[in-house]
């Protein structure tokens, strides 16, 4: 059975922020789980590119992720980002970076932020 896309995320990004014991994971789709420590990391699908021409399928699927970062300090984030970037372009997963990170900042959380989508192909 072929790996997903979130599959291929969460298995280049998990040990960049390793869950302590008994605790929520620090990489996860969507939305962290309350309670979660910092830094985190967060991914979701949001779109891709069609393999399919009028000749058909190619039998490849390609999958735009948007990656999330979360930390206590601006530092923090770009650091966490620049180790996702590292990550996800490496050999094992071929991911292109489309464009550079975005710098985010929720006033409510106090959270930094940084944003960056990839194109997976699998």
């Known amino acids: 059975m072929m790996a997903s896309a979130e599959q291929i995320v969460y298995t280049a990004l998990k040990d ?18 309350d309670g979660v ?9 949001v779109g891709g ?4 021409t009028l000749n058909g399928g190619s039998g490849l699927r390609n ?10 300090s601006r530092p923090d ?7 996702v970037l590292a990550a996800l372009t ?4 071929k991911g292109v970076p489309i464009g550079d990170a975005t710098s985010e900042y929720e006033a409510d959380t106090k959270l930094y932020g940084a ?8």
């Open 16 to 33: 960049l922020v390793p869950a302590s014991a008994g605790k929520p994971s620090r990489c996860a789709p969507d939305v962290a789980q």
């Open 37 to 45: 420590e910092l830094p985190y990391i967060t991914y979701q699908a």
């Open 90 to 93: 490496a050999d094992s997963v």
């Open 63 to 72: 999958a735009r992720m948007q990656i999330n970062v979360w930390a206590k």
């Open 77 to 83: 984030a770009i650091t966490l980002m620049d180790s």
């Open 115 to 122: 944003r960056l989508d990839f194109s997976i192909w699998f």
């Open 49 to 52: 590119q069609s393999a399919f």
